[in-house]
């Protein structure tokens, strides 16, 4: 089955309509720039074709390129077939840019239009930007932009380099080195697309500007004789100025860590210095460098092709389809307020109860904040905000749950409570209702002795923000079903979260890894290491977050609930009283983090964040001796990295895949590794055992290695091989 459509029309206007069989949005694949390749030859070789237009039937134009094709084409030509494979994507966008024309007298070619009737990513903005005009449909739902950096690469079809030249390096970065997305409007403002039409008269003006434009108008302003770069090239004053200050963005942004954004620079500072076509070149090169590097191979794999795996569905049971119809929230709080939006955003009937009517209310004007914002920023309009308040019923009455297929609680995390709010649901709702527990420590086993049908009880563990945090940890309890299951992850489909299933246990998996990653931090501080060393270590190997700026953003007191619920239910094998030191003393000092404005953070009145606390150091004073750097970072990594394993070793996990999205979307860890399981194939089994050993020496047993582990570096494997995936 064909991806193109290729008809001519009686006024000599070529159409070239993509629509990629049984794919919702079109990607392109090598199959699919054949079929475009042989229909631009077509058309500029038939003299009964005088322009061509580009578009899609779909509502999209197109999501980017597929990945899946990038990597496979890695695996099996190295180096060499993604520099050709990259090299003959470039030979036919560079065919539409010339549209035939005489390569002396720039004069003889073929108008060609991009008619983009919604969103437009990646390489489907990389061929519109090949053509002599893009116009675009009035659709504020469409995005459009060069997202590559998000998954660990760059635009390698020719985007960088055009982009740069179109607009300068300055008026570029944002879309090249940070991801930036537009509506249509917003695109045509910031000079990416040259025109915005009403939907329906998206073709006609299309066609309208093949049949009048002029020769002039199909010339690129880099193939033009005089050519000079928007803002100045790089021995250009001006330019030299854009280029150190876009080198000393980078490298502040992604602190060296990330391979790709270091590339993409290189790709536009070398290419601004020479002809458009070598540029090109280059561009290709630095971009083979970046899908040669194994960071780039571990985003690209846990960041889009295990993530959509995961998204759609990749370990759901085998269940009849269970969307959520109406949900039913109990607890109005900030995560219960968070979740009634998502799921009346998603189009979701949405019951919210609270003991009190006010702060019900409350709860319901919290998805009314988000909305305003939304209007104010012209990404949600009035009619919109009127429906999604309008699915939400904010009460204190529990007959209100009547008809409610899933109850998602959110109440105080106190075993009591929850169990009082499980009789009260289950004696209004149907028995086919799902029950879900939003919790973060509690066990999921335990909750479910309160209900009267523990296979329906389940627990659905929310990160905060509920409505910017994309995961969603799915805990099944020990007599969970299948259906219970099913739903869930239904749900999460439905709200646009990215869901993994954990089996029950103390912390379940997030938390399970980055308590441990807090208490390092923590416990260094103890001991005397620099707390600057501490945060700005973790930086430096990719984590968003420090662990003393992320113990302050979660509340230290929090910290304590925890801490005290952890060493009751451990007892004489609780591991961590220093930690405890020093967490229970700063909250004896009101030092409770961000929320009081004083943690191991100092906060001005209006909440921002200024330096560490110079009490800090009087408290604990800083040793003499400082660690290495790699040593404290190999602390840091390897406390959150040995729970994931022992977390697959126990069971708790039961997909690596589930494992490394998890940690990079709940908790940010390090993206450049691809999570930990990515992080541990990179520097392979063999060299972690050796940190592990060394840190068991200097530390103690909570850096032992995973039996696991030692199986693997024993025998070669990795996580992503076959030997390693039964072993597991």
């Not at 429906?387 to 109850?407: F, K, M, P, Q």
């Not at 563990?461 to 299951?485: C, N, W, Y």
């Not at 912390?507 to 260094?524: K, L, S, T």
């Amino acid at each position: 089955m064909s991806d193109f459509t290729y008809v001519v029309d009686a006024e000599g206007v070529a159409t070239l309509t993509w629509d990629v069989p049984g794919k919702s949005m079109n990607v392109m694949s090598l199959a699919g720039f054949a079929e475009l390749n042989g229909h631009i030859d077509s058309a500029l070789a038939d003299p009964a074709v005088k322009g061509v237009i580009i578009t899609s039937c779909k509502k999209d134009f197109a999501g980017g390129m597929d990945l899946n094709v990038i990597a496979k084409m890695r695996d099996e030509g190295g180096a060499g077939g993604i520099f050709d494979g990259v090299m003959e994507m470039h030979a036919i966008l560079r065919k539409i840019e010339r549209a035939g024309m005489d390569p002396k007298t720039l004069k003889g070619g073929k108008p060609i239009v991009a008619a983009l009737p919604g969103t437009a990513l990646g390489i489907g903005l990389e061929v519109p930007l090949a053509c002599h005009r893009i116009i675009a449909a009035d659709n504020p739902k469409a995005k459009i932009g060069l997202p590559e950096i998000m998954v660990g690469i760059f635009p390698g079809a020719g985007g960088t380099t055009r982009l740069v030249r179109k607009m300068g390096a300055m008026m570029a970065a944002p879309y090249l080195l940070e991801g930036k997305l537009s509506d249509p409007k917003g695109a045509k403002a910031g000079g990416l697309i040259d025109e915005v039409v009403a939907p329906e008269d998206l073709l006609a003006r299309a066609k309208d500007w093949v049949l009048s434009a002029k020769e002039a108008d199909l010339v690129k302003p880099w193939d033009a004789k005089g050519y000079k770069m928007p803002g100045g090239a790089p021995y250009h004053p001006a330019g030299f100025m854009t280029f150190v200050g876009a080198s000393a963005m980078v490298h502040g942004k992604t602190m060296g860590v990330y391979p790709a954004a270091k590339a993409l620079l290189s790709a536009v500072y070398e290419g601004a210095m020479v002809p458009f076509d070598t540029a090109l070149k280059i561009e290709a090169r630095n971009f083979t460098g970046v899908l040669m590097n194994p960071s780039s191979s571990a985003m690209i794999r846990s960041l889009f092709i295990n993530k959509e795996a995961l998204e759609k569905g990749a370990n759901r049971p085998d269940a009849p389809d269970q969307t959520v119809k109406k949900v039913g929230i109990i607890g109005a709080g900030m995560m219960g307020a968070g979740i009634a939006y998502v799921s009346a955003n998603a189009g979701i009937e949405v019951v919210l109860i609270d003991a009190a009517q006010d702060a019900a209310d409350r709860g319901k004007a919290y998805s009314e904040g988000i909305l305003d914002k939304g209007i104010q920023r012209r990404k949600v309009t009035a009619e919109k905000k009127a429906e999604v308040l309008a699915r939400i019923t904010a009460t204190t009455d529990y007959a209100a749950l009547s008809g409610c297929d899933l109850i998602v609680e959110a109440v105080f995390e106190d075993m009591k409570v929850k169990a009082d709010v499980t009789a009260k649901v289950e004696a209004v709702v149907g028995a086919d209702c799902i029950f879900a527990t939003n919790t973060s420590t509690l066990p999921i086993s335990d909750l479910a002795k309160a209900s009267q049908r523990p296979e329906q009880f389940i627990g659905i563990h929310f990160f905060s923000p509920v409505d910017k945090m994309m995961l969603v940890e799915i805990i099944r309890g020990k007599q969970t079903g299948d259906v219970a299951v099913a739903k869930a992850l239904d749900f999460a489909r439905q709200i646009r979260k990215t869901p993994i299933v954990v089996n029950d246990a103390r912390f379940f998996y997030a938390n399970r890894c980055i308590i441990p990653y807090i208490n390092e931090g923590i416990r260094m501080v103890a001991e005397g290491v620099e707390p600057a060393l501490v945060e700005n270590a973790a930086k430096l190997v990719g984590m968003p977050l420090g662990p003393l700026q992320l113990v302050d953003e979660t509340s230290l007191d929090l910290g304590v609930k925890i801490a005290k619920a952890t060493k009751l239910a451990m007892g004489e094998a609780y591991p961590d009283s220093a930690v405890d030191e020093v967490l229970f003393g700063m909250v004896d000092q009101g030092r409770i983090g961000k929320k009081a404005n004083a943690g191991f953070y100092t906060y001005d009145d209006a909440g921002k964040r200024g330096g560490l606390w110079e009490g800090l150091a009087a408290q604990y004073p800083v040793a003499d001796d400082q660690p290495e750097l790699t040593q404290v970072q190999h602390r840091l990594l390897m406390a959150q990295v040995l729970e994931a394993v022992r977390a697959l070793e126990d069971g708790v996990l039961t997909d690596i895949r589930e494992g490394d999205v998890g940690a990079i979307l709940g908790w940010g860890f390090a993206p450049w590794s691809g999570g930990p399981f990515g992080w541990l194939d990179i520097i392979g089994a063999a060299r972690a055992v050796e940190i592990c050993e060394a840190l068991t020496a200097s530390e103690g047993v909570r850096f032992a290695v995973p039996d696991l582990l030692r199986d693997m570096a024993a025998s070669g494997a990795t996580f992503y091989g076959k030997t390693a995936r039964k072993a597991a």
